[in-house]
């Protein structure tokens, strides 16, 4: 199973708004609603903020949104902050009964 | 509250074997199934594998070839990662994390496995 694809780095200034990619296949976003989103700053585990494509956990601020349209899943942060800077990746559950992460995409906070 | 704690990892030789823990606490242990994930240094997050709520099914991620074995232990709220024949490729943080639906929603810490001669 072939990692997913996301940009390697997104970056914009405080306040603007950034939109990260995640693109699968028909053998895991394609077919399923199970993507995943991960912050994961240096040093420390990473963190839940978006489960099953939009569903955002108890505590994560609404500036972070999911979506999906056919087999890519996105990541938007809406009025960006500094703390935001961080690592983020996407995940998707598979045909194959696996899990299947994408490459990181690195955000910095201008 | 919910926590997660890894424990296992170490230096060992090419060709050697570790068995890693993970030690649950603050949630209905068996209601839930548990995932292991690494990131090689410097790289991303690498699925490796997961457990169901009550152990009877396993899943891998495939690179592993049938080295590496999860276990689930409901009586003592603990999840086992045993990894046999390492290789160099195997050096990463190994990170235990909680199975909600299809997301991980509770990660530990991690222990680090450092394979090298």
Known sequence: QSALTQPPSVSGSPGQSVTISCTGTGSDIGTYDRVSWYQQSPG??????????????????????GSKSG??????????????????YCCSYTTSTTWV?????????? | QVQLVESGGGVVQPGGSLRLSCAASGFKFKNYGIHWV?????????????????????????FEKGRFTISKDNSRN??????????????A????????????DVWGRGTTVTVSS
């Open chain 1, 44 to 65: 420390t585990a990473p963190k839940l903020i978006i489960s099953e494509v939009y569903n955002r956990p108890s505590g994560v601020p609404d500036r972070f949104s």
């Open chain 1, 71 to 88: 087999s890519t899943a996105s990541l938007t942060i809406s009025g960006l902050q500094a703390e935001d800077e961080a690592d983020y």
């Open chain 1, 101 to 110: 992460f994408g490459g990181g995409t690195k955000v910095t906070v201008l």
């Open chain 2, 38 to 62: 690494r990131q090689a240094p410097g790289k991303g997050l690498e699925w490796v594998a997961a457990v169901t709520h009550d152990a009877k099914n396993q899943y891998y991620a495939g």
């Open chain 2, 78 to 91: 603990m999840v086992f990662l045993q990894m046999n024949a390492l290789t160099i490729g195997d050096t």
């Open chain 2, 93 to 104: 943080t190994y990170y235990c994390a909680k199975w909600t639906w299809d997301a991980m």
